[in-house]
Nanobody, 122 residues
Framework: VQLQASGGGMVQAGGSLKLSCAAS????????MGWFRQAPGKEREFVAA????????YYSDSVKGRFTISRDNAKNTVYLQMNSLKPEDTAVYYC????????????????WGQGTQVTVSS
C-alpha cells in the first residue's frame, strides 16, 4: 500500500482544514487507517484512527471534538477534517495504514505517507 497525503496549508487559529490520504492497492479496505503528527523537536504522536470498515474511530484527547476522521473505501481515501484549529496543532501530519487492528503506538504501523504541513497562526 502506498499513501499520498495532501490538504495541508496555513490557516489562522479557529479555522479549518481537511486532509486527504489517497492509497494505492486493492487491499485498502483491509487496513485500519490513522493520522499522526510531528512538531519540530517532538516525537510523532497519534491524532486519530479509523477501523477498516469505518465503524470505529479513535481520537487523542487533544483533538477530540474538533477533528473528525472518515474514510471512503470506494475511493481508497481517508480524510481528517480539522476544525477550531489551534497554534499547537501546527505540525507535519502523516497518514498511516495498519493491517492488524488499531494502536496508538506509531512504531507499530505498517505503511506511511510522506506528510503534509499544517501551520496554524495565532
Amino acid at each position: 500500500v502506498q499513501l499520498q497525503a495532501s490538504g495541508g496549508g496555513m490557516v489562522q487559529a479557529g479555522g479549518s482544514l481537511k486532509l486527504s490520504c489517497a492509497a494505492s492497492g486493492r487491499t485498502f479496505s483491509s487496513y485500519g487507517m490513522g493520522w499522526f503528527r510531528q512538531a519540530p523537536g517532538k516525537e510523532r504522536e497519534f491524532v486519530a484512527a479509523i477501523s477498516w470498515s469505518g465503524g470505529t474511530t479513535y481520537y487523542s484527547d487533544s483533538v477530540k471534538g474538533r477533528f473528525t476522521i472518515s474514510r471512503d473505501n470506494a475511493k481508497n481515501t481517508v480524510y481528517l477534517q480539522m476544525n477550531s484549529l489551534k497554534p499547537e496543532d501546527t505540525a507535519v501530519y502523516y497518514c498511516a495504514g495498519r493491517y492488524n487492528g488499531i494502536r496508538i503506538d506509531y512504531t507499530s504501523w505498517d505503511y506511511w505517507g510522506q506528510g503534509t504541513q499544517v501551520t496554524v497562526s495565532s
